[in-house]
């Protein structure tokens, strides 16, 4: 059975979701799942594809995503390796923003980074005001405002889109 390799970084778990969703499209695949912080050294060789999926936090992508990349990049270069952003912005699909040409987060990586992913997916993430700490609540629901999405935090609000998941699956089993 063919391989495939999912590395993450995620602070709330809907990243992880969205892999996991992936991983049962990839019934031709044995997959693991493993957290990017947690990792120094793999060897990409093992895998017939990697996949890194990664969330913003304020406005950003976790630093360690990035020295990630550039502790692996030779591997990341020379091998099957897709990238995927969640987020909340995403969310709004009628403006593009769903798209890694509409994702202001996708340019920022692209300009950010040594690596140029040849697939890139965007997916808007979950809302889970209830978990949050009072600070993280607070700001978020004030980015929300802001944003025009949901305040009311006693609720929690899945964004995915499962069938554009699905669809990247698919390019990603065809890369």
């Keep these: 059975m063919k391989k495939a390799l999912f590395l993450y970084s995620s602070r709330e778990g809907q ?3 969205i892999l996991k969703h992936i991983e049962a499209q990839l ?7 493993v957290d990017l912080h947690q990792v120094a050294n793999i060897d990409f060789s093992t895998y017939e594809r990697v996949l890194i999926g990664a969330s913003i936090r304020y406005g950003k992508l976790n630093k360690k995503l990035y020295q990630f990349i550039e502790s692996n990049l030779e591997q990341i270069i020379t091998h ?3 990238f995927f ?13 769903d798209t890694p040409e509409g994702s202001v987060y996708i340019k920022t990586f692209l300009r950010s980074s040594s690596w140029q992913p040849c697939l890139i997916g965007v997916f808007a993430g979950a809302l889970y005001y209830p978990r949050y700490a009072w600070f993280d609540k607070m700001m978020i629901k004030l ?3 802001l944003t025009g999405g949901e305040t009311d935090t006693s609720k929690e609000v899945e964004y995915t889109n499962w069938e554009k998941v699905t669809l990247f699956a698919d390019k990603f089993k065809e890369m």
């Design 143 to 145: 980015i929300m405002t």
């Design 80 to 82: 099957k390796v897709a």
């Design 27 to 33: 019934s031709d695949y044995q997959c693991e799942i």
């Design 15 to 17: 990243t992880i979701k």
């Design 85 to 97: 952003c969640v987020n909340l912005t995403a969310r709004k699909e009628d403006q593009g923003k």
